[in-house]
């Protein structure tokens, strides 16, 4: 491959990050968004749709990085690194719990009953999360961490954030069972 080949294809794989930063950061502000919203009862539609163009856009953006990345350096060496298969697990689990959430809201599961979209918020939220540090985690790559390792660091931060949620879950109702008792 020719120089000037080479150095427009490292061009585009630039743009394609860059894109994929900016969709990550457009999704990410309208996540937390909607995760604050699932306390407080304040659906946005408009919220719902930047998250599912924020979803698309990372799919494609990222998909991009791969294929770039690939022809940049050759299969074996970029598909030869456990971050990008942890990266892939973490957005394996997203898409699953960004299913069982499209499904839960279609459905309008009972308020009463909150502990699955509960649980797959949490979960969406630690993919978010962990996304993002696979996204900077660069020094990282090519072995010098383990997939084992990166799988570990992925399993902390998701029991982190469903016993936030649901530890956040349970304050809330005691304080409206709280506030019932005083009006009583």
Same mark, same amino acid.
């Given at each position: 491959?020719? %120089?000037?080949? /080479?150095? +427009?294809?490292?061009?585009?794989? +630039?743009?394609?990050?860059?894109?994929?930063?900016?969709?990550?950061?457009?999704?990410?502000?309208?996540?937390?968004?909607?995760?604050?919203?699932?306390?407080?009862?304040?659906?946005?539609?408009?919220?719902?749709?930047?998250?599912?163009?924020?979803?698309?856009?990372?799919?494609?953006?990222?998909? /991009?990085? /791969?294929?770039?990345?690939?022809?940049?350096?050759?299969?074996?060496?970029?598909?030869?690194?456990?971050?990008?298969?942890?990266?892939?697990?973490? +957005? %394996?689990?997203?898409?699953?719990?960004?299913? +069982?959430?499209?499904?839960?809201?279609?459905?309008?599961?009972?308020?009463?009953?909150?502990?699955?979209?509960?649980?797959?918020? %949490?979960?969406?939220?630690?993919?978010?999360?962990?996304?993002?540090?696979?996204?900077?985690?660069?020094?990282?790559?090519?072995?010098?961490?383990?997939?084992?390792?990166?799988?570990?660091?992925?399993?902390?931060?998701?029991?982190?954030?469903?016993?936030?949620?649901?530890?956040?879950?349970?304050?809330?109702?005691?304080?409206?069972?709280?506030?019932?008792?005083?009006?009583?």
């Amino acid at each position: 491959m020719g %120089s000037l080949m /080479i150095l +427009v294809i490292k061009f585009l794989w +630039v743009i394609a990050i860059f894109w994929h930063t900016l969709a990550f950061a457009a999704g990410g502000m309208n996540v937390v968004g909607a995760y604050r919203a699932l306390f407080s009862g304040a659906h946005d539609p408009a919220r719902t749709r930047a998250i599912r163009s924020a979803e698309w856009q990372l799919w494609a953006s990222g998909l /991009i990085i /791969i294929g770039l990345g690939i022809v940049l350096t050759g299969w074996h060496s970029y598909l030869d690194n456990p971050k990008l298969w942890s990266k892939i697990v973490v +957005v %394996s689990v997203w898409l699953a719990s960004t299913i +069982v959430l499209r499904n839960t809201a279609r459905h309008r599961w009972p308020i009463a009953d909150r502990r699955g979209i509960l649980l797959a918020c %949490s979960v969406s939220g630690a993919c978010w999360i962990y996304g993002a540090f696979l996204g900077v985690a660069k020094p990282l790559a090519n072995s010098v961490m383990p997939f084992w390792g990166f799988m570990a660091g992925f399993l902390g931060v998701l029991t982190v954030c469903i016993a936030v949620t649901f530890r956040h879950e349970q304050r809330l109702s005691l304080k409206a069972n709280s506030n019932e008792e005083d009006s009583t």
